[in-house]
């Protein structure tokens, strides 16, 4: 078979450190094995446009790999014209949104993903960024880099975790990890909005609270961690209207992905004051922009931009994982057998909806 990865450029980095599983240079780890079983394998990073490597490769490929932090976007119109052969488009980590999941279901591709692999590290890197707009610490460092010395420019605008109203927008995996990392750092309150309930010993657990109106929701936090995946409903869900439910000077954490919020809403509210922060490592274009408003954007004290590329889900830890769920997706494809059911997005023509269902 013929298969094909569209992966990112790791540079010097990913010669030094060979860990670096998800790289350009590194090939998952799957390189040798897949050619020692009589394979083609290609590993791009070009895949903008139709005369990129991903596109002229497409059409007798097999199977293709790509991960959610140089995605490869497999769009409806490339399935229907160029996919000819695509039998399996596999996530290398969480998140097949880059993918026409309609389009995948008329022509009965089955697309899966290493549910899990981004979990926890997901869900630590949310915990930085709310503690780092809440202590207001990026302007801190900015400023001992410039060689000034102002404690009150930074003081003025920094807070205790302990005391505030955190709620996760979405309660699944990386939702409920946030709220129970939480919990040592007394916090006034944890809520969820989600559109189901937690089991009674899982809220008992975090001791959460559900909050099932949205905009209730909104109001009552002072923290609000985006954890929902993207999906037709929740495509810029948060946008210049919801935005105005927001209490004021609310912080706002985003590790799901960049389309859930409008790029200029977010900016507009920051800006304005009317949220105190923004960070997150997910944008609606990646790799973003050099002139994307969230590179730049700062509240009216001159902070409160906490992002970074996308890295959040692909720490060392969490490429051996994702890299391990690759190659036994791809090893029960090869001998015919079933997968993991989690790890099935669409398959067979249809969504495989208990799969689908299990919240990010």
Not at 40 to 54: A, L
Not at 215 to 226: A, K, S, W
Not at 342 to 355: F, L, M, P, R, W
Request: hydrophobic content about 40%; some cysteine; glycine content about 10%.
């Amino acid at each position: 078979m013929k298969i094909l990865a569209v992966l990112y450029k790791g540079g010097k980095a990913a010669v030094e450190e060979p860990r670096l599983l998800g790289t350009l240079e590194n090939r998952l780890g799957l390189s040798d094995w897949l050619q020692s079983l009589g394979h083609e394998f290609i590993v791009t990073d070009d895949k903008e446009g139709p005369e990129s490597v991903f596109q002229k490769e497409l059409p007798d490929t097999d199977i293709l790999i790509t991960t959610p932090f140089h995605p490869g976007y497999l769009t409806g119109d490339l399935i229907r014209n160029k996919a000819h052969k695509l039998k399996l488009a596999v996530t290398a980590g969480v998140g097949s949104d880059h993918v026409d999941l309609n389009a995948a279901n008329e022509k009965k591709i089955i697309v899966a993903e290493v549910t899990g692999s981004n979990v926890v590290s997901v869900a630590e890197h949310v915990v930085m960024d709310i503690l780092a707009l809440v202590r207001n610490l990026i302007p801190a460092h900015e400023m001992i880099e410039r060689g000034d010395w102002v404690v009150a420019d930074i003081a003025r605008n920094a807070f205790d975790l302990e005391g505030k109203v955190v709620g996760t927008l979405g309660c699944g995996r990386i939702g409920f990890r946030v709220l129970k990392r939480l919990t040592g750092f007394d916090c006034k309150e944890l809520l969820y909005y989600d559109y189901a309930p937690l089991p009674a010993a899982a809220e008992k657990e975090i001791g959460a609270r559900r909050v099932e109106d949205l905009h209730e929701f909104l109001g009552q936090c002072d923290i609000i961690t985006i954890n929902a995946p993207l999906h037709e409903g929740t495509r810029g869900l948060v946008n210049k209207e919801l935005l105005q439910h927001v209490k004021k000077g609310a912080w706002i954490v985003n590790t799901a992905r960049g389309a859930i919020c409008d790029r200029i809403a977010i900016k507009e509210a920051l800006e304005s004051g009317h949220i105190n922060g923004y960070a997150g490592d997910v944008w609606d274009v990646q790799p973003a922009p050099k002139d994307h408003p969230w590179r730049t954007m700062k509240n009216p004290l001159g902070g409160g931009n906490g992002m970074t590329p996308h890295y959040s889900g692909t720490t060392l830890d969490a490429q051996k994982r994702y890299a391990d769920g690759t190659r036994d997706i791809l090893e029960r494809f090869f001998k015919g057998e079933d997968q993991i059911p989690a790890n099935v997005i669409v398959a067979d023509g249809g969504y495989a909806t208990k799969a689908y269902g299990q919240r990010k």
